[in-house]
């Protein structure tokens, strides 16, 4: 058996009488591509932040990276990567300067942050572009740049919620190339998305539907189990038993 | 002309990078006309300028006839505009929010019901709950609504179901054919690919620049270059990157668990050989496969690309 980077049992959060997250129990193993696929509404997003330390759980189990999610929160924060098409770069300030603001907030000494943002920069051909503000770069370099300084600090497993929403089709799959290279080296990913063709590009899948998780396997035996020829059938099918 | 929308040589910059460069096109009276585009190919600036909210650089623009730089105030009367962000008030009830908008057009909420009763029994339940308190679907639906509530003859919807789940985004496209059925010309701009299908005729966009305009299928019907469609049981970065070094393949792009790979069109059998011999795993051939407005658009973009290298 794998080294489990992600696991959780019966987790469930509350708001009021309203539950967002229904008992909730998976594993996500270490170097896994893992993608975390529901309706709008469906709790991705509150199970998202309960597993990013970023809200306590009402009851159940959960650790990631080996730290608990109740005891441990601030340590969670600073072991993940987390990247999303809304939350990103600042416009307003130089490349550098992102570089420096988000590895001072995963508390790397200067020294680290000097040599890992030299080489980020190398391997994206962006030396020159250090002292440019990341509002006038094309939105496929600010892509992949805010990628490379989600995972600046090394961390075994990054949080990718929706990256790729609005993006197009060329930048959407030099991006995807990005992941599974970032996969290779042994990091976790851990991505939600809406485009059905990116959920056949990850190694698991799973399906949450009103709180739950419906489905959770490989996309070649969720299409099976569900009798569909693509990921977005097995949506439509899931989804649709909801409403 | 009625319902039309007509655009002569559209541009504007906010810097030296066009925002948009020359757009030319025409809606027809009672379509569904699609913009289909990445976040920054310029839809928002487009419909900013064409609901009269933004003026164009250089270039000429008529919604129904009327000029949308002289007859601003009256295309303002006369149109529906649901923009990219949530703009209704969240502090007024869902009931309010649309008494409020038909009065500001000097209407009443039941002078035009019937235009949104398919969408609003769906939105009833929850009338007298805040704005800001709905589930994104049913914001979504409601601007919809506060839009169409002054029966409009030119709706523009400006990136309606972005960040919307599949089922939502389905949904969605029902409703606005219920209410395009019924005279309405409808604008609308969105990042999905697979969306161009519900329109009557689409405009791809890139970079402020449009690449091409027909209906969906004569796109796709018309893509020049010749495609093979395969599946693998290897590693599919792998062999991708074996494909790329093939001269005869042009364009080598992951679709889903499939790779598509474009060339001229009477390379086509040649390169299924090719492939056939280079690579070590069993590949699957789909001999029926179609290209999609997803190759279509690659094709375009890296043609536009290629151009404007060189």
């Known amino acids: 058996m794998s080294n489990l980077i992600i696991e959780t ?9 309203f539950t967002a997250v229904d008992a909730i129990t998976f594993d996500v193993s270490e170097g896994e591509i893992f993608g975390f696929l529901g309706a709008n509404g469906a709790g991705k997003t509150t199970a998202m932040k309960m597993l990013c330390g970023l809200l306590l759980p009402t009851s159940g189990k959960a650790s990631v990276a080996g730290y608990d999610v109740y005891s441990q929160s601030e340590k969670i924060k600073l072991n993940i990567g987390y990247m999303s098409q809304k939350f990103s770069l600042f416009a307003d300030l130089t490349v550098w300067e992102n570089i420096e603001f988000y590895a001072g907030i995963y508390k790397m000494k200067p020294t680290l942050i000097k040599s890992h943002g030299a080489k980020l920069l190398q ?21 992949k740049l805010a990628f490379s300084i989600a995972i600046i600090h090394e961390p075994r497993l990054v949080f990718l919620d929706e990256p790729t929403g609005g993006v197009d089709p060329i930048t959407r799959r030099r991006f995807w190339e990005m992941i599974y290279e970032a996969s290779s080296r042994g990091i976790t990913v851990f991505v939600t998305t809406h485009y059905m063709d990116e959920a056949e590009y990850c190694d698991r899948i799973s399906m949450m539907v009103d709180g739950s998780i419906k489905g ?9 189990q569900f009798q569909s020829k693509t990921m977005y059938d097995v949506f439509l099918k899931l989804a649709r038993k909801s409403v | 002309m009625k319902n039309s929308v007509t655009a002569y040589g559209i541009s504007k910059s906010y810097t030296e990078q066009p925002a948009l460069h020359e ?38 623009a008529e919604v129904c006839g009327y000029d949308v730089d002289k007859d601003f105030k009256t295309i303002r009367k006369i149109i529906g505009y649901m923009p990219g ?98 005279g309405i010309t409808t604008l609308v701009s969105t990042p999905y690919m697979d969306e161009a299908r519900q329109c009557d005729r689409v405009a791809l966009i890139q970079s402020g620049k449009i690449l091409q305009i027909d209906t969906p299928e004569n796109i796709v019907n ?23 070094k093939i001269a005869e393949a042009e364009s080598v792009f992951s679709f889903g668990e499939s790779i598509h790979i474009t060339c001229e069109p009477n390379k086509k059998q040649e390169l299924i050989s090719i492939i056939t011999s280079t690579s070590k795993g069993t590949i699957s051939f789909d001999a029926q496969a179609k290209p999609d407005i997803e190759d279509c658009f690659l094709y375009y973009m890296q043609r536009e690309n290629v151009k404007s290298d060189n």
């Open chain 1, 123 to 143: 391997e994206l051909e962006l030396e020159k572009q250090k002292r440019r503000l990341i509002g006038t770069l094309p939105l496929g370099i600010r892509q």
């Open chain 1, 9 to 17: 049992e019966n987790l469930t959060k509350k708001f009021g009488e």
């Open chain 2, 222 to 244: 018309s893509f020049p270059k010749g495609l093979i469609v395969l599946k693998t049981t290897e590693n599919k970065n792998i062999l991708m990157n074996e494909l790329r």
């Open chain 2, 85 to 182: 962000t949530f703009s209704l008030y969240g502090d007024l009830s869902v009931e309010e929010n649309l008494r409020f908008f038909a009065r500001v057009f000097e209407s009443t909420l039941e002078e035009n019901f019937d235009l949104i009763r398919d969408i609003y029994v769906l939105l009833e339940p929850f009338k007298k709950r805040r704005a800001a308190d709905l589930s994104g679907g049913m914001k979504q639906k409601l601007a919809l609504c506060c839009a169409l509530i002054h029966k409009p003859e030119v709706l523009f919807l400006d990136e309606p179901t972005t960040g919307v789940d599949p089922v939502s985004r389905q949904e969605f496209w029902q409703n606005l054919k219920t209410v395009s059925g019924q």
């Open chain 2, 23 to 60: 757009i030319d096109f025409s809606a027809q009276p009672g379509e569904i006309f699609g913009f289909i585009g990445a976040d920054g190919a310029g839809k928002t600036t487009l419909f900013k300028i064409l609901t009269t909210l933004l003026k164009m650089d250089a270039g000429k």
């Open chain 1, 216 to 224: 959770l396997d490989t996309p070649a035996n969720l299409k099976a």
